[in-house]
């Protein structure tokens, strides 16, 4: 069974710092891209940032110059370094694997993690 586990997540000042991390486990040969998503409350989930398998990041105009997405293939999991946190940034942040390779199911698509909070105080 495919899993991804997010932590990190916490309430901050405006400001702060804060470093997700996502562990993707279940017998992984290979994962492609992966994003961190977030959604605040009454608004749509919207992309943050993705990193393809061999490193190229793709930023979202409010996380650029602010926020750095990274992986450790060989621990199977991505990162979201967050710096200089505002209060628009409040919100669930989920991580995402569009495709991953597996030893027992395949190759399998889509997959979410559960969300950890992030609340910014001003």
């Known amino acids: 069974q495919v899993q991804l586990v997010e932590s990190g997540g916490g309430l901050v000042q405006a400001g702060g710092s804060l470093r997700l991390s996502c562990a993707v486990s279940g017998s992984i040969f290979s994962i492609n891209a992966m994003d961190w998503y977030r959604q605040a409350p009454g608004k749509q989930r919207e992309l943050v940032a993705a990193?393809?398998?061999?490193?190229?990041?793709n930023y979202a105009d409010s996380a650029k110059g602010r926020f750095t997405i990274s992986r450790d293939n060989a621990k199977n999991t991505v990162y979201l370094q967050m710096n200089s946190l505002k209060p628009e940034d409040t919100a669930v942040y989920y991580c995402h694997a569009g495709k991953i390779t597996t030893a027992l199911l395949g190759v399998v698509y889509n997959y979410w993690g559960q969300g950890t909070q992030v609340t910014v105080s001003s």
């Open positions: 990193i393809t398998s061999d490193g190229s990041t």
